[in-house]
């Protein structure tokens, strides 16, 4: 009998956007509602979607741009309310999307760090803790007083990114949840070791849900693959039978 926890369940989601209100203010809407119109245009986003996703698990989501791979990531971070269904999660998550998400230009490298690492969940003795790898894996050492507006695009990237790794790293979360961070660096160097980085946390024991256009890491990383094509789970399973698939059909 398998006990693993199930750390992800999802059962018959589905997701819709009103396309004539997304850019609306409050008082058209308000106007919207008043004058009767409720026959907007929408958009539906994911169709009906159901999975069940074990401890330990990795799973990869593939698809062409627009299927929805991201509002289902987004769904169950519950940075999107879903319209139909019902998701449970169990244990701590942490969704990746992108880095450098609450760095300030007019702030330094070291208070960017505690910055971003306090809007990433850490307190301010973890980041202190965490502060020397940071600028280390970064090799921007001789930097820390400067201010982040000052820094070439590279660097940049190499900070946000290097704060990211090892905050989530740190947390060593029970759900991860990744949409297409494989692999950023601003050099080739440096995006080599933040692969490994990324790595690392792919192989950490946590439940991952990989959202990648990266076919070949998808196959490395991930136990299986579910393909999602205009809000329906076209197929699901072994992830080099499913990315076969996807490639003949694509």
Known sequence: MDEKIIRIKLENVSKKFDKNNKDKGALARLLDIISGNKNPKEIIVLKNISLKIKAGENL???????????????????????????????????????????????????????????????????????????????????????????????????????IGLHCVAHKNPD???????????????????????????????STVILVSHNLEAIKEYCDKVIWIDNGYIIAEGNAKEVIERYLEEK
């Not at 991860?176 to 692969?195: N, T």
Request: charged share 25%.
């Open 175 to 205: 759900i991860l949840l990744v949409d297409e961070v494989i692999g950023g660096g601003a050099d080739k160097e440096y995006q080599e070791k933040s692969l490994k980085k990324m790595e690392d946390l792919l192989k950490s024991g």
């Open 60 to 162: 990869g989501i593939i698809g062409k741009n627009g299927s929805g791979k991201s509002t289902l990531l987004r769904i169950i971070a519950r940075i999107y309310q879903a319209n139909e269904g019902t998701i449970q999660t169990n244990g701590q998550l942490v969704y990746l999307t992108g880095f450098g998400h609450g760095l300030s230009p007019k702030l330094t490298m070291k208070e960017n760090i505690f910055l971003s690492g306090s809007i990433m969940g850490l307190s301010q003795k973890d980041i202190k803790e965490k502060f020397n790898e940071i600028v280390e894996f970064s090799g921007l050492k001789d930097y820390i007083n400067t201010k982040f507006f000052k820094f070439s695009s590279g660097m940049q990237t190499r900070l946000a990114s290097s």
